[in-house]
């Protein structure tokens, strides 16, 4: 029997996560579903690395986002057998990807994720449903009364009553569930007046998804895994828009569309503590092996580890023949079937066919790592998911708040009731609708409140990418610290409106009611404007 809580969370990701813990150090009871058998979403089951701005060691991320970096720092400090150059470094970036200043593997931020929720489990204020999915909600005078889960391990079906739900969920499962009014795909023009949008509503038009997964490299060894089914099309694929064929390391630059060629070259022998990551200075993209780089071989005592890991998220298998959302189950399903093939026929290009500097082909030394991913294939628990249903927000953010082009580097909209900031440029992968990447400089900026509360449901609130952006300013919204940085505010914010008896409309629109719980986000070290800082 499950618990009834003040406040229901579906969805385990990293926004879901925050949000628990937010609503746990107000006092209140939670009780946190997720899909998986992971807690952390595109941090854990979907094995991303952080994406992160260039500032994150200094400032524009939550004090309790903060806390999770240091946890994974010291995790690897105190088990790992780092080289005592590596561990005196207060930035350590375990991995030395240039993706983000603190790439590591998902094992280590489930661990760390897991040990922040521990002491509100032992103290009986959340209760954590792992392997658990909403599948309907009732909604009765603009509020939803209560969610059906079922038990994926089982089959059981239970509703649970709250009087806050969190929709911190991949997709904004909620908002479809529970009759929330939402966005999906790219809206048109003539709506937001952004450039970038499409003449026409294009609602299947969502960015790609990417199942991601680990290797290591053996040389002399053969890990070659037998040929994916669908490795015939996938090697033969190549897009419209496409330098070559897009098992091939030849692909557009995201930022200017120039074919661009990547090198990979496994375990390289340059030390890892010379590695710089800082994306405003360079994407350091072109390079696939140390992009996403999770574990440095380099980084510890001579013979602690044979191989790098490196994380595969690249152009070569961003997926997106079909759309994940609006479409029906049925084609959600082949949506991450399809991108699962991809991913093993990459895997298998790369062990047979892929061209070496030294001439030969393919690298049949590179392993599949399951005990990385948790999985019995190496794949990750769960594709990563770049774009969700949206809210139909009290405030939208739309192009002009954030593109460089239109406010300058130094501009960016300022809004009255901001709970967080963020950074990263506007990026969009291919898509569904058959766009190329759109990638834009984007200013830092901040999280409007606005973009939380629904229009009309009284009691729900989104945890992720399912805020008020659009299509194009998803794209910079989307990252891990933003997310954390939402789910946190989300769970404060349901607290807060169940100690004060007022609703979050009221909050947000109420200068007084705003201020008063803003003052409680500052307490809690959550940033709420920038410094002079230049976008990028």
């Known amino acids: 029997m499950i618990p009834e809580p003040d406040i229901l969370v579906v969805g385990a990701g990293l926004g879901g996560v925050a949000a628990a813990l937010a609503a746990c150090r107000a006092g209140r009871t939670v009780v946190l579903t997720e899909e998986t058998d992971w807690i952390g979403g595109q941090l854990t089951s979907q094995a991303v690395p952080p994406d992160e701005h260039p500032w994150v060691e200094q400032f524009g991320t939550t004090a309790s986002y903060r806390r999770l970096r240091e946890g994974i720092r010291a995790y690897y400090r105190q088990w790992y057998p780092m080289r005592s150059e590596a561990l005196a470094l207060t930035d350590l970036n375990p991995g030395a990807g240039r993706v983000s200043k603190l790439c590591h593997e998902p094992r280590v931020a489930l661990t760390v994720l897991e040990a922040m929720l521990a002491p509100h489990r032992a103290a009986g204020r959340l209760t954590l449903l792992t392997e658990h999915r909403a599948v309907a909600a009732e909604a009765d005078n603009d509020v939803i009364r209560a969610v059906t889960l079922e038990n994926l391990r089982t089959g059981d079906r239970e509703t649970v009553t709250a009087r806050y739900v969190i929709d911190a969920t991949e997709t904004g499962e909620l908002l479809e569930l529970g009759g929330v009014e939402h966005a999906i795909g790219a809206e048109a023009r003539g709506e937001f007046d952004e450039p970038h949008a499409p003449e026409e509503a294009q609602p299947l038009n969502q960015q790609g998804i990417t199942v991601c997964f680990a290797l290591s490299h053996h040389e002399g060894e053969n890990h070659t895994v037998d040929r994916p089914a669908d490795y015939d099309f996938w090697r033969s694929y190549r897009p419209d828009f496409w330098p070559g064929p897009l098992l091939g390391f030849q692909a557009p630059d995201p930022r200017s569309l120039e074919s661009v060629p990547r090198t990979f070259v496994p375990n390289p022998d340059i030390d890892p503590l010379a590695v710089s990551a800082d994306q405003s200075a360079d994407a350091g993209d072109k390079e696939l092996w140390g ?3 999770i574990l440095a071989r380099g980084m510890h005592r001579p013979g602690a580890f044979g191989s790098d890991i490196t994380l595969v998220n690249w152009p070569l298998n961003d997926y997106w023949l079909k759309p994940l959302i ?22 298998y290009w790369l062990q047979t066919e892929a061209p070496r500097q030294d001439g030969g082909t393919g690298f049949p030394g590179l392993r599949i790592r399951p005990d990385v991913t948790g999985t019995e294939d190496g794949l990750a628990k769960a594709p990563y998911v770049r ?3 949206r809210i139909k927000a009290v405030t939208t953010v739309t192009e002009h708040d954030v593109s460089i082009d239109i406010v300058g580097p130094h501009g960016g909209t300022r809004h009255r009731d901001s709970v967080g900031v963020g950074s990263y440029r506007i990026d969009l992968h291919p898509s569904t609708g058959g766009d190329n990447y759109i990638d834009i400089g984007s200013v830092p900026f901040e999280i409007p409140l ?7 449901v009284r009691n729900l609130l989104p ?13 910079c919204y989307r990252l891990h610290p933003v997310e954390w940085n939402i789910g946190e505010v989300a769970g404060a914010l349901a607290a807060h409106c169940l100690t004060e008896g007022v609703e979050p409309r009221q909050v947000q629109s109420e200068d007084k009611r705003y201020e008063a719980f803003a003052r409680l986000l500052d307490r809690d070290g959550v940033q709420r404007h920038w410094p002079d800082v230049r976008g990028y």
């Open 291 to 293: 992009f996403r780089r």
């Open 463 to 475: 945890a992720g990418k399912n805020i008020g952006t659009t299509h194009i300013t998803n794209g």
């Open 387 to 389: 774009e969700s249903r």
């Open 326 to 347: 609006g479409a029906g189950e049925e084609v959600s399903g082949q949506a991450v079937a399809e991108a699962r093939q991809l991913s093993l026929s990459l895997l």
């Open 450 to 456: 606005g973009a939380l509360v629904p229009r009309r």
